[in-house]
């Protein structure tokens, strides 16, 4: 089969019948041209119109200038703009083929006959019309092809030159079978499938592309002119190489085409991230499946979502887990908290029959003062070592949890030995803890409860602990006890305690005693101590007893209001007689805590007629160590007012000689411990040569207390201790009693001055 040429051999689609210009000599080749009744078209390769002859001028509306150099789809109406594209590459190939034995010469007909087509006049309406190709090569020729137009010779062979086709088309609007309805469905079929989301790609049994929208060439990237080639295995190569996978889609592929009926469904990943859903299903002519129809969607933007809330939903679960963990932690040690303690306690609780269940509760000894002392920082430092102590005396699986401030707690489960571990667990904080390069030496005390079998449940079981844990307290701190029965006696004892104190502070049954303080310059009595008594159902109950009891429950507030208030009132005509004379009363750090405790104490000396140059507030060390400075700035309004400040109980506890200087003191009492030290008078106690030395180098005035003897009075006299206060002189006394008292302790510090023996240091 040879290609179609013009005009000879396009006689088949070229009609014989010559209208209108009609020349009286034999027409040359351009008359031919120019006089056809079909519109005749040359197109280049790019599908450029080259050349126009007057039918198509008239055929489409357009002045010959316009149409050439234009495209020539601009002529064909929607759906029909590749054919001729398709006709001239299947005319080229044809042409190239010509004489090969392999050629499928039925096939190579059929897809060079001329095709149906509408063209699209320049008004914009379409007609139906039928075109016929033929290839016109200029240049070198050695093609299949006859160069009719050019006039070149017939030949065979290969070579090079410009090829172009010769298009005839023909209006066939006329014709009778011209089916509106068939034409209708098409251009029907043919907007619906341009206008869908989807790239649709049909390829023939024989798998040839057999037509695709517009959409899936613009969704591969796939140039027209490709297509137009007809190379499908280019097409392929351009369609594989954007894949990340293309051997899994090959085999999809062949698979379909193993199984022409079968529809399949999957997703195609791009190397460029994008993702297409792909569809193929047969294409079917009643019912012969006639190729395959593959459909493709850009669902990148969905994955990409998808993607996303999946990702979002892995880290929401990943937080959550991580909020779970920390909801259980406690966030200073690492330790588990209370809540997973109790969660665990629980669980090891409704175990099997017989299982062993040990609660061992512990608390530091003194850890207050540590954090008032050294600060929160070492407090938490501290609270941290004794964590990773604790977690050391146990085995992997057994809980410790730190249930808050400086209060932990150890579960065992069927552990053989409790007790063994509670001793490694007090033992534990023998070796010294260092913080911040001071070396402190913690303890602990600690109570084990236990079930073994008994129906006690958890917080039963936490309560003996508890109670266990402030048994070994009160036996001496830095030690562990067992719970016994008898303990609770201890405890229902406190209650008893605070619930005694309430009700004696409200019947005002609080009563001060005063203990006189004499000065051993003057040799007279210059100050009294208020002492809080309570006594309850006619026995005293000692102050350190109820005084941490009063501060426990905060009713240590009222109690210090009505010591200061009834000092104040009882002592007035004593201070009022002399204004060297003073009264000291003692202060809690729970008192120096509200806000309007400066208010309160100037405004009770004020109410009582009192000068508050003749107050002494005493308080203890501790209470400059906390963060604020709020009790500083309390004290120091009151001594702008006039109001002294003593230091109590100096040289307890962690206090130290160098942090005095600053603080807003006037006298420092000198521990009954220290004074305790002193026996016959002869011994050398730097400690206390230091002690009132210091504060006289700061300024401070120094009061002895707990001095019993002769000796101890002679040694502190010796060391120029200012005042001193103790049994010697006499005891706390109440009211009515405190006169014979003042003169008792005046007589005895003017003998001690008489008897008094130089050179003792
Ligand atoms: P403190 O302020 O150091 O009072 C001195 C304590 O030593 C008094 O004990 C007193 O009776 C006792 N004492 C006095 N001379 C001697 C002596 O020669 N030898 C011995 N062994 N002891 C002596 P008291 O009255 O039992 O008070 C104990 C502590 O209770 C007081 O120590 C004070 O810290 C506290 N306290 C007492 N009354 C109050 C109060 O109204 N408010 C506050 N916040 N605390 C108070
Ligand atoms: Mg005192
Ligand atoms: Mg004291």
Known sequence: MSAPSYPEKASGTVSGKVSGKVSGTVPGYGDLVESSPDALLVVAEDGTIRMVNAAAERMFGYARAELVGSDHRILLAEGYRNGLQRLFFNLRRDAHLHGAPDVDADAADADTAPVEAYGLRRD??????????????????????????TGEGTGHGTGHGTVSMIAAVRDTSHRPENDDSLREAMSLLSATLESTADGILVVSSAGEIAGVNNQFLTMWGIPREMLATGDDEAVMGFVLDQLRDPAKFVEKVEALYADPAAESHDNLEFRDGRTFERYSRPQKVA?????????????????????RITRAMADL????AQLTALAFRDGLTGLSNRQLFNDRLASALAGPRGTAVDVLLLDLDDFKEVNDILGHHAGDQMLIEVGRRLRACVRPNDVVARLGGDEFVVLLVNSPEPETVAARIVDSLRVPVWIDGTMLRPSLSLGVASINGDAV?????????????????????????????????????RNDLEAGLRLAVDNGQIAVHYQPIVSAVRGTVTKVEALARWVRDGVLVPPQHFIPAAERSGLIVEIGTEVLLRGCTELKPWLLEDASRSLAVNVSGVQLQHGDFAELVLAVTESCGVDPRQLVLEV?????FDDDCHVIQQLTSLR??????????????????????????????IDQSFVAMINTGTEQLPILNAMV????????TVTAEGVETAAQAGYLMNLDCDSL?????????????LQPALDRAARAIAALRGDRVPGNR
Do not use: C
């Open 124 to 149: 914009g309406t379409e007609f139906q019309a039928e075109v016929a190709g033929s290839i016109f090569i200029t240049g070198t020729v050695n093609a299949a092809v006859t160069g009719t137009a």
């Open 287 to 307: 019912d012969q499946v006639v190729g395959r129809v593959w459909s493709f969607r850009d669902v990148t933007a969905a994955k990409v979502a998808q993607d």
């Open 317 to 320: 679960a990943e937080q959550s």
């Open 457 to 493: 449940d958890a917080s039963e079981l936490l309560r003996r602990a508890d109670v266990a844990m402030y048994a070994a307290k009160s036996a001496g701190k830095n030690r562990y006890m067992r719970f016994r029965p008898e303990m609770m006696k201890t405890l229902v004892d």
């Open 620 to 624: 203890t060390e501790s209470v400059f």
């Open 640 to 669: 702008t007012a006039g109001v002294l400040v003593a230091l109590d109980d100096f040289g307890t506890g962690f206090s130290s000689l160098g942090r005095l200087q600053g603080l807003p003191v006037d006298t420092l009492k």
């Open 693 to 700: 030395g210091m504060a006289h180098g700061l300024g401070l």
């Open 725 to 737: 206060q103790g049994f010697l002189f006499s005891g706390p006394q109440p009211e009515t009693a």
